[in-house]
């Protein structure tokens, strides 16, 4: 039914947007093929000719071939009646690159031959073979840049077992595509035990650079960054400083505005992976409001990637 795909008035009135879908007699919709209207031709033709020729073996097998066009329209339709699909969390991709999206497939019987692709995407379809229980299986995307978009339409169709009939289906699901900035190598703005939670900024938890609150005599064991370098120069007293924010003892990846925002998104992108992949602690600041605190986990990572696959550029 490719010539109905090309209506957008019709898939976007009968396409079902939810999270899952479980097909049935109210989303399910069943046409004969190019062959199937062969067949039905074929049908009338036959049984003209039969009754014109009075010929009970002719008029036989035109209904021997009404049968099959019976039984073929339920065997089609209850190939794919009661499978349920269900777009899981969806993973994070990259700009520039194949983006795939995961379906779980799920079904008390044996399926076969089932196409499956998203409208409006040049890719071709995906053809399944089997399903039986539980299948996962990723559809793929064109390239796309960086942002969360919402996914398009999903067109699957099965003329399973004997191909005189297309049945076929609309969804729309719910999960975002993710799409963060593609990763390059570059320089990164960096700081450590310099970035602060401004504590009495509890309604807009923003984050400020470090205040100083006084300076103390330094004791052994503190750290030469808190040396009050200045003092020691005036006074000859080796003092510290001591500041008034929480302090995390943890990398910041800062997002450098000097940089053109997609090539500075690349950079701290490409900065991002390499942490998580070597187990650091680290966390991101890309304004006074938009930053993830520090951490290193699983989550955090696709926290950190997804802030960025939706960032507005913003002064610091």
């Known amino acids: 039914m490719q010539f109905v795909n090309q209506k957008k008035w019709f898939y976007r009135r009968f396409n079902k947007e939810t999270k899952s879908i479980k097909l049935g007699f109210n989303n399910l919709y069943i046409f004969p093929n190019l062959f199937g209207i062969y067949w039905i031709l074929t049908t009338v033709v036959i049984y003209i000719l039969g009754i014109n020729l009075e010929n009970n073996f002719t ?96 067109y699957g169709e099965s003329s399973s077992p004997l191909s005189l009939y297309t049945c076929w289906f609309y969804w729309r699901p719910l999960d975002k595509l993710i799409v963060a900035p593609q990763k390059k190598k570059g320089k990164v703005n960096k700081k450590l035990n310099q970035v602060k939670i401004n504590s009495n900024s509890t309604k807009n938890n923003e984050i400020i650079e470090d205040e100083l609150k006084d300076i103390k005599i330094y004791k052994k064991g503190e750290k030469k960054s808190l040396i009050y370098w200045k003092s020691l120069a005036r006074s000859r007293m080796l003092l510290s400083k001591n500041f008034s924010n929480e302090n995390f003892k943890n990398n910041w990846l800062i997002l450098d505005k000097n940089l053109p925002i997609e090539k500075a998104l690349e950079h701290l992108c490409f900065e991002i992976c390499t942490q998580y992949k070597n187990n650091n602690v680290y966390g991101i600041l890309l304004s006074k409001s938009k930053f993830i605190k520090p951490d290193k986990s699983e989550k955090h990572y696709l926290n950190c990637l997804t802030k960025l696959a939706g960032y507005k550029n913003e002064k610091i």
């Open 59 to 154: 008029i036989f097998i035109c209904y021997l071939m009404i049968a099959v066009l019976l039984i073929s329209l339920f065997l089609t339709h209850f190939n794919i009646h009661g499978l349920e699909l269900k777009s899981t969390n969806q993973k994070v991709n990259f700009a520039n690159s194949t983006i795939n999206y995961q379906i779980i497939f799920t079904t008390k019987k044996y399926r076969n031959n089932i196409k499956l692709k998203f409208l409006n995407n040049q890719n071709k379809s995906i053809i399944i073979e089997k399903i039986e229980d539980k299948l996962i299986q990723s559809l793929s995307i064109d390239y796309k840049k960086r942002g969360i978009y919402k996914p398009d339409i999903i």
